[in-house]
């Protein structure tokens, strides 16, 4: 975030420009995919010994934008990470959650589905329900014992009712038994697909983050570029949109949805947006406000009382105006939090950030933005309002 403030226009126009074209592998070699082809409708082998599933077509949109030619190898789950880190593969795609433990022997690119609780309704509650608020009052079927479960239970004023198995919470959904339903995203729209007649619908934004990554063999940094260039291209295209609703029947959350019109004032925009007891959103608002800045004063609202004004979070009035007719859309961009031991938060930037420059269009993946300006993260304090503020200080 340091280095993102202080980069100049031109450097900007010249990434943008880079991003926009797909890194090729090496030597136009054959890149070889490894999966695990049992875990419908991610992956799965059908009558005619064919590897189909949603994450398949996925990785085929993404070979095709990047122009890579690839080969699937269906393999063992047990051992597929460590034979990725070994080289018997360039890159795995199966339903693989990201986690610390895997990214210490392989790399992984910028999420490509939430794999979070989410709520599925009956299609008559489809417009009363769009949170876990809504849900006062509620019958909430879940399986016993799992991460929904232990969310549901927490909901104030909601009766939760539990099952030996989803499937029956699903079945008691489409007899009237129950109102809605917290469990796995992927498990409730596969069940939600393939059972028309039940009349259910997932809605809102997943409850929690449970990140699906394309692990890649960590000497492949050339095929990690320009699998999450091609990633963000295949979101921001609708391509994404249109290969989720013919595995699951709706449209995905809004992480993965192609972007909307650009906003024509996106400070405006923001500040309607803006949570300051929340830091994600106020690590958020501080990036797409520093796009929308006429002064550096737009940025001291996030700034607390002894902050450096020299300090490159608070760009001065040349920086401002070298960002002049550079729009961004973050729709597809996201913040994590981190708590550190001293209560302050390490906000890391993710997704993808859309650059506009005379109106060409470049979707660029956070991750390859941090490794050209050596972005990290933003550290947060709450201040004693309940509000976080960056504070940086003179080194």
């Known amino acids: 975030m340091r280095n993102l403030l202080k980069v100049s226009l031109l450097l900007v126009i010249l990434f943008v420009f880079f991003a926009a074209i797909p890194v090729v592998a090496q030597d136009d070699a054959i890149v070889v995919i490894g999966t695990n082809a049992e875990y419908p409708p991610f992956e799965s082998v059908d009558d005619d010994d064919n590897i189909i599933g949603f994450d398949i077509e996925l990785m085929n949109a993404i070979a095709e934008d990047a122009g890579l030619e690839i080969e699937y190898v269906n393999t063992r789950w047990d051992g597929i990470f460590v034979a990725l880190a070994e080289g018997e593969f360039d890159a795995v795609i199966s339903a693989a959650t990201i986690t610390e433990e895997r990214e210490e022997i392989v790399d992984f690119s910028d999420p490509y589905f939430n794999a979070g609780q989410s709520i599925a309704v009956s299609a008559d509650l489809a417009e009363d329900v769009s949170g876990p608020d809504d849900l006062a009052g509620l019958r909430i079927g879940v399986q016993l014992g799992t991460t929904g479960d232990e969310y549901a239970s927490e909901i104030d004023g909601a009766e939760v009712v539990r099952f030996d198995e989803i499937t029956l919470a699903f079945q008691a959904l489409g007899a009237g038994e129950v109102d809605a339903i917290v469990n796995d995203g992927p498990t409730s729209a596969d069940i939600i697909a393939n059972s028309p007649d039940l009349e259910a619908v997932i809605v809102g934004e997943p409850l929690t983050d449970e990140f699906y990554g394309i692990a890649v063999n960590p000497e492949r940094s050339d095929l990690l570029d320009a699998v999450n260039a091609s990633l963000a291209n295949v979101i921001a ?91 961004a859309d973050l729709s597809e961009f996201s913040i994590s939090i981190e708590e550190n031991d001293d209560g302050s ?46 504070c940086p200080t003179e080194e």
């Open 345 to 390: 938060v390490e906000a890391t930037p993710e997704g993808t950030i859309i650059l506009v420059i005379g109106g060409n269009e470049s979707p660029i993946p956070a991750s390859l933005l941090g490794q050209q300006l050596g972005i990290d993260s933003i550290t947060l304090y709450e201040n004693a309002d309940g509000e976080w503020e960056i």
């Open 237 to 327: 295209d609708g391509t994404y949109a249109e290969i989720y609703e013919e595995w699951f029947g709706q449209q995905p959350s809004s992480d993965f949805m192609p972007m909307d019109d650009m906003a024509d004032d996106m400070d405006e925009d923001m500040a309607m947006e803006i949570d300051r007891t929340d830091p994600a959103s106020t690590a958020m608002g501080l990036v797409g406000t520093f796009f929308a800045a006429e002064s550096p004063a737009d940025l001291l609202i996030f700034a607390c009382a002894d902050a450096d004004p020299s300090s490159p979070l608070l760009p001065d009035q040349d920086t401002i105006d070298g960002f002049a007719g550079v729009e």
